[in-house]
């Protein structure tokens, strides 16, 4: 085998596949990259058996041939290179040979027969959708997902397709988020629980092209991304089980708060700098005609500030734990949002009049 590169070509390659790279495995295979040019184009594949990614790399195929290389000493190397074509040549199975410029590196491979190849999906039920609209909600609801959370329902988020509508949902044991993204088209129902981990290496490749679209193909136990020239898939969570987050949402609310997003974020963060790590200490909000009062008190000091607002309803206090409200608030495009309160020991209810987005937090009961 003889493949040559720009660097740049590589390393590109490389760090879309890196991240389904084993890091913790008994299995050697697991933590190396696939390089098959045996059907006249490059790739590069990297399967940890729960998340598994191929992408096409540009390359002239000077001669035919595959290999498994460790993963993470071929992305340290070809990254330390001048900046020039790349060179790798296997003249016998046991090590490539890497050259560029000066620099040459002998490396022992594996065979490529060794190497767990992706599932087979049969590519029928599916959705189309933007690759920025599939980063937003990615972005917009992975923070609610508990990744160390010893059930699994709550380590994945739901992809509920109705019709030509999408509903993602994630939740913990304190939060919901969740959002609802009209589809180009009618695809039918479908019901997914897609794990957390997947989702954000998926994030993190996706280019976020408005024009660029994603496919998401449907099976009972994998689900497969395809878009540019990669593909991902990812084994799904048995979600037979999930939470009907439809009875845990209320249109119902004594006081409605109108608030400038940034200086609620930002007056919370300021708050936050009183909390040592590991303390618990909740954040109290005070609603009285056109101020929210913000407070906190803590064994370092305590802060309160006030923050006008458009308010329906009642006066109310309700106490929470900042994170939480600044992870949904970050997260946040508008510039003012909406929260809705029933009484100091309900959850608020952060939503848009469309319910193109709706969050769920409890409070901190005192």
């Given at each position: 085998?003889?493949?040559?590169?720009?660097?740049?070509?590589?390393?590109?390659?490389?760090?879309?596949?890196?991240?389904?790279?084993?890091?913790?495995?008994?299995?050697?295979?697991?933590e190396c990259?696939?390089?098959?040019?045996?059907?006249?184009?490059?790739?590069?594949?990297?399967?940890?058996?729960?998340?598994?990614?191929?992408?096409?790399?540009?390359?002239?195929?000077?001669?035919?041939?595959?290999?498994?290389?460790?993963?993470?000493?071929?992305?340290?190397?070809?990254?330390?290179?001048?900046?020039?074509?790349?060179?790798?040549?296997?003249?016998?199975?046991?090590?490539?040979?890497?050259?560029?410029?000066?620099?040459?590196?002998?490396?022992?491979?594996?065979?490529?027969?060794?190497?767990?190849?992706?599932?087979?999906?049969?590519?029928?039920?599916?959705?189309?959708?933007?690759?920025?609209?599939?980063?937003?909600?990615?972005?917009?609801?992975?923070?609610?997902?508990?990744?160390?959370?010893?059930?699994?329902?709550?380590?994945?988020?739901?992809?509920?397709?109705?019709?030509?509508?999408?509903?993602?949902?994630?939740?913990?044991?304190?939060?919901?988020?969740?959002?609802?993204?009209?589809?180009?088209?009618?695809?039918?129902?479908?019901?997914?629980?897609?794990?957390?981990?997947?989702?954000?290496?998926?994030?993190?490749?996706?280019?976020?092209?408005?024009?660029?679209?994603?496919?998401?193909?449907?099976?009972?136990?994998?689900?497969?991304?395809?878009?540019?020239?990669?593909?991902?898939?990812?084994?799904?969570?048995?979600?037979?089980?999930?939470?009907?987050?439809?009875?845990?949402?209320?249109?119902?609310?004594?006081?409605?708060?109108?608030?400038?997003?940034?200086?609620?974020?930002?007056?919370?963060?300021?708050?936050?700098?009183?909390?040592?790590?590991?303390?618990?200490?909740?954040?109290?909000?005070?609603?009285?005609?056109?101020?929210?009062e913000l407070?906190?008190?803590?064994?370092?000091?305590?802060?309160?500030?006030?923050?006008?607002?458009?308010?329906?309803?009642?006066?109310?206090?309700?106490?929470f734990n900042?994170?939480?409200?600044?992870?949904?608030?970050?997260?946040?495009?508008?510039?003012?949002?909406?929260?809705?309160?029933?009484?100091?020991?309900?959850?608020?209810?952060?939503?848009?009049?469309?319910?193109?987005?709706?969050?769920?937090?409890?409070?901190?009961?005192?």
């Amino acid at each position: 085998m003889k493949l040559i590169f720009k660097k740049s070509d590589l390393i590109s390659g490389i760090n879309i596949v890196m991240k389904a790279v084993s890091s913790k495995t008994t299995m050697s295979i697991l933590e190396c990259i696939l390089i098959d040019a045996t059907e006249g184009v490059i790739k590069m594949t990297a399967n940890d058996m729960d998340l598994g990614i191929e992408t096409k790399v540009q390359g002239e195929i000077a001669e035919a041939g595959r290999i498994a290389i460790d993963a993470k000493i071929f992305s340290e190397i070809t990254r330390k290179l001048p900046d020039n074509d790349v060179v790798i040549e296997v003249h016998d199975e046991t090590k490539a040979i890497i050259t560029c410029e000066n620099s040459k590196f002998n490396i022992l491979i594996k065979s490529a027969e060794d190497f767990s190849y992706l599932p087979m999906i049969e590519k029928k039920d599916r959705i189309t959708i933007s690759q920025f609209s599939l980063k937003e909600i990615i972005r917009q609801t992975s923070f609610a997902i508990n990744d160390a959370e010893k059930n699994k329902l709550l380590t994945g988020e739901l992809f509920e397709v109705t019709g030509n509508k999408l509903k993602v949902v994630a939740l913990d044991k304190f939060r919901i988020a969740i959002r609802n993204v009209e589809l180009k088209e009618d695809y039918g129902n479908y019901k997914v629980l897609v794990p957390g981990k997947s989702l954000n290496e998926i994030s993190k490749i996706l280019n976020g092209g408005m024009e660029d679209d994603v496919n998401i193909y449907f099976t009972n136990n994998h689900i497969l991304f395809e878009f540019d020239d990669t593909i991902v898939v990812s084994r799904l969570i048995e979600a037979t089980n999930y939470f009907d987050t439809d009875k845990m949402i209320s249109n119902d609310y004594k006081t409605k708060i109108t608030i400038n997003k940034n200086e609620m974020a930002a007056c919370i963060d300021r708050a936050t700098l009183l909390i040592k790590e590991g303390d618990k200490k909740p954040i109290f909000l005070t609603m009285k005609d056109t101020q929210l009062e913000l407070s906190i008190n803590t064994f370092i000091g305590s802060m309160d500030e006030n923050i006008p607002i458009s308010k329906e309803g009642e006066d109310m206090m309700i106490s929470f734990n900042p994170r939480f409200l600044i992870d949904i608030l970050r997260v946040l495009d508008q510039e003012e949002v909406n929260i809705y309160f029933t009484n100091s020991k309900a959850p608020c209810f952060i939503r848009d009049e469309e319910n193109s987005y709706i969050y769920v937090v409890l409070p901190v009961v005192q």
